[in-house]
């Protein structure tokens, strides 16, 4: 029985090592040329390391690891993410520091970049652990993260996470050109750069987001149906409308008086009942004459 587990355990054993198997660093240049981050952000990409970036869906608590272009959701995006960087020729175990930064270049959209690049996230004085290869810091960041939020209606937008090698000065001079009062958008990364001497960047990594599908219904104008039709007055009461189906106390009504057919059809009536005595007066009369 132990044979057969044993046996077993080698056999998965290469699949468990190829799913943590450091990627391509050809196809990472492949992806940024191929998704137009060459030129879009970087002139040129000529990376030395990899470096991994792990997603936790604060809801699911679930983990998303990047491959480049992946398409993920604002929600999975929206806690700053763990960083690793694979180096190639770098020892990690030495003094070396890094600068890591994301930018939208996509913002407000991906047809029409005026704000672009949006600066998600830019801090310094990073170092690797020695055995995971995540990256820490150990001063406040320049621009503290913000996750991505893309409008409405708008296409995925791409964003992309760079590092690059830490030069001596940064902590003096980056904190002038970019501090927590800093606007966030129009930012260009490459100015950034040859201004505070970071030169290329060592590694990079990108992925993509969309609105959330609820963003259109919750951003949405009132319907023009609703803003343009006004309420109709109530209608005025009609000759023919009872007074008390309006909004009025009801009047009072006084006691009709008899009509005029009713009063003949009486007189009529003491009319013949009186006849006979009226017949007798008459006869009288006329014997009392003779």
């Not at 960087?85 to 030495?94: A, C, R, Y």
């Amino acid at each position: 029985m132990f044979g057969d587990l044993l046996s077993l355990a080698f056999l998965l054993l290469p699949h468990a090592f190829a799913q943590v198997a450091t990627p391509d660093l050809s196809n990472v240049t492949t992806a940024f040329s191929s998704a137009q981050i060459v030129p879009d952000v970087l002139q040129s990409f000529n990376p030395g390391d990899v470096v991994n970036i792990t997603f936790t869906d604060p809801v699911t608590m679930e983990n998303e690891d990047v491959v480049p272009g992946i398409l993920l959701t604002t929600e999975q995006t929206s806690v700053q993410p763990d960083i690793f960087l694979i180096p190639s020729g770098i020892n990690l175990t030495g003094n070396t520091s890094f600068v890591v930064t994301i930018v939208d270049p996509d913002a407000p959209t991906p047809q029409n970049h005026s704000i672009s690049q949006f600066l998600h996230f830019l801090g310094g004085d990073f170092t690797p652990d020695p055995t995971s290869g995540l990256l820490s810091n150990s001063s406040p960041n320049l621009m503290e993260f913000i996750g991505p939020a893309p409008p409405a209606g708008s296409d995925p937008h791409r964003y992309v996470l760079l590092v690059y090698s830490q030069p001596g000065g940064f902590d003096t001079n980056a904190p002038t050109l970019v501090n927590s009062s800093t606007p966030r958008n129009n930012f260009n990364i490459s100015t950034f750069a040859q201004a505070v001497d970071l030169g290329d960047p060592v590694a990079g990594n990108y992925f993509l987001v969309g609105p959330t599908p609820n963003a259109s219904t919750s951003t949405q104008a009132p319907s023009t149906t609703t803003q343009s039709t006004p309420t109709a007055p109530a209608p005025a009461p009609s000759s023919l409308t009872p007074m008390n189906s309006i909004d009025m106390p009801p009047l009072a009504v006084p006691t009709a008086a008899p009509s005029t057919t009713a009063t003949s059809s009486g007189t009529l009536n003491e009319i013949q009942l009186l006849a006979p005595q009226m017949m007798t007066f008459m006869v009288a009369v006329l014997l009392a004459l003779l």
